[in-house]
């Protein structure tokens, strides 16, 4: 089965910047769309960002569209999130996904205004 570890989060500025990464175990990592979401404290779930598995295609949810970007490194079996220009909205935990099934831990981002 394979495991995904979020790492990055943290506290920031209104402004500022972080970069998060999902790190996945197996070898199916490279066959697979992957996915950031988020969950805001009394909210559901929502998606953030995926990208296909060879990183040619990427789409982005409008609240983040020109301020956050996916990419991903095969040989690593890793995909990130840049976050740039953040908003105390964009506070949440941050989980990456892998295909349909399978969900890390999530990572905590808090903006502060």
């Known amino acids: 089965q394979v495991q995904l570890v979020e790492s990055g989060g943290g506290l920031v500025q209104a402004g500022g910047s972080l970069r998060l990464s999902c790190a996945a175990s197996?070898?199916?990592?490279?066959?697979?769309?992957m996915g950031w979401y988020r969950q805001a404290p009394g909210k559901q779930r929502e998606w953030v960002a995926t990208?296909?598995?060879?990183?040619?295609?990427?789409n982005y949810a409008d609240s983040v569209k020109g301020r956050f970007t996916i990419s991903r490194d095969n040989a690593k079996n890793t995909v990130y999130l840049q976050m740039t220009s953040l908003k105390p909205e964009d506070t949440a935990v941050y989980y990456c996904?892998?295909?349909?099934?399978?969900w890390g831990q999530g990572t905590q981002v808090t903006v502060s205004s």
């Open positions: 990208i296909t598995s060879g990183g040619g295609t990427r």
């Open positions: 197996g070898s199916i990592f490279s066959l697979n769309t």
């Open positions: 996904r892998l295909g349909i099934t399978s």
